[in-house]
């Protein structure tokens, strides 16, 4: 799998996403996809966990979900990461259109 499929993928009703994180930037936001990852700045240093926390928190925010319904399944110390958002309630739109197989 490349590009989009990689990225953004159902698992049933949950979305799994393949992030590439850019910690200490001045704003929270999805920039789009990033090869083979959707690319995200996080407005938190990588210190203590306060990059990872603030991460699952805009995430939340972004699918319209409780910050429990938000999961790092991967990449607790890198960049690279995975996450399952839980029945997203909506998608964002710089993900563009995500089909769900469903």
């Not at 499929?5 to 049933?12: C, M, P």
Request: with cysteine; hydrophobic share 40%; aromatic share 2%.
């Amino acid at each position: 799998m490349t590009g989009r499929a990689a990225a953004v993928a159902w698992d049933g009703p949950d979305l799994v996403l393949r992030l590439h994180v850019q910690p200490r930037a001045r704003r929270d936001e999805i920039l789009g996809l990033h090869g083979d990852c959707v690319k995200i700045r996080i407005n938190a240093p990588p210190v203590d966990g306060l990059a990872n926390a603030r991460l699952v928190a805009y995430l939340a925010e972004c699918f319209g979900v409780g910050k429990s319904r938000v999961t790092l399944l991967r990449g607790h110390g890198t960049r690279v990461k995975m996450a399952r958002i839980l029945s997203p309630a909506r998608v964002p739109p710089e993900l563009g259109p995500v089909s769900c197989d469903q």
